[in-house]
């Protein structure tokens, strides 16, 4: 087997990165995807963060030694033995032993924060929803699955705040693609690092591509906007397009639906959600050639 193909889905708390990480798993197939939860490197437990003042975003609160030599091996092809954080005891609670198979998920607040670990992977996507929708996802997410009330939820993001502006968002300018979603719809921004691709999926009325001068790396930049009241046909469209250059060979099979999320109204479908999660997975698939035809030299 080649090493594994290393993904980073980063951004801040609430905004969306397990959900994503199930489609890329719907998609490939939980048998060929690890998943790794970099929560569970907390160097400090919520009484300790606490007493010393510091919140869950702030890096001293991290174990960066350990995150690092965990990753490592798991980009060479090694098993690990990795601490669970129990969102609810706010603190490490028992170890899970990971497998690397071909595909590893990296998600969590700081997978781009230093330049060794940005240098594991092959794929990097951050997560950037507006604002409110980002209060009221995680205001679900605390509320149900947490065990907090929605005041104490609105107060820990505002005491947040200055943590999130100065150690979370920066991250994003070292994605290779950046999805940003809004009521109106979703835009993707790609950056220099990686080559531009054919797009031509994504012509349609509900949709505009451009190319754009990023400053950095070799290539030029892409921004793709999808309206958020693109139709199901012309999603359903581009999604089938999408899909055929994923290529049989890379995805285990098709999902019967992508793009699926849960908020307090029950669980929906979101195409600029679908969209992502599959113009991510192309990027993946392009990477596992790449791999392949290295050993086929």
């Known amino acids: 087997m080649a090493r594994p193909i290393m993904v980073a889905v980063g951004g801040d708390s609430g905004t969306g990165k397990l959900t994503f990480c199930a489609g890329l798993r719907a998609i490939f197939g939980d048998e060929h995807c690890t998943e790794v939860r970099l929560d569970g490197y907390f160097g400090l437990n919520r009484a300790q963060r606490k007493a010393a003042g510091v919140t869950a975003l702030d890096p001293r609160a991290h174990n960066f030694a350990a995150m690092d030599e965990d990753l490592w091996q798991l980009a060479h092809g090694n098993a690990i033995v990795k601490p669970v954080y129990d969102h609810l005891l706010g603190a490490v609670n028992g170890h899970e032993t990971i497998e690397p198979r071909e595909i590893v998920l990296v998600q969590g607040l700081f997978p781009l924060y230093t330049r060794v670990l940005r240098s594991f992977f092959d794929v990097s996507v951050w997560l950037e929803p507006d604002p409110e929708m980002k209060l009221a996802w995680t205001l679900h997410r605390d509320t149900t699955h947490r065990g907090y009330r929605g005041d104490q939820v609105r107060a820990e993001l505002e005491r947040r705040r200055t943590d999130y502006e100065t150690f979370i968002a920066p991250q994003a300018q070292h994605a290779d693609i950046r999805a940003h979603f ?103 698939g392009l990477v596992a050639d790449q791999l392949a035809g290295a050993l086929a030299v």
Do not use: C, N
């Not at 999604?239 to 055929?244: F, K, L």
């Open 182 to 284: 809004t009521a109106q719809g979703v835009t993707f921004r790609k950056s220099g690092r990686l080559a531009p691709l054919d797009y031509s999926e994504f012509a349609s009325e509900s949709t505009r591509l451009e190319l754009v001068d990023t400053g950095s790396g070799p290539f030029p930049g892409t921004i793709i906007e999808v309206d958020g009241g693109i139709s199901d046909a012309t999603a359903r469209r581009i999604e089938d397009q999408m899909w055929g250059r994923i290529g049989a060979r890379h995805a285990a099979r098709r999902p019967a639906q992508l793009g699926t999320f849960e908020d307090p109204s029950g669980t929906h479908t979101s195409h600029a959600l679908a969209i992502a999660q599959l113009l991510v997975a192309r990027r993946i």
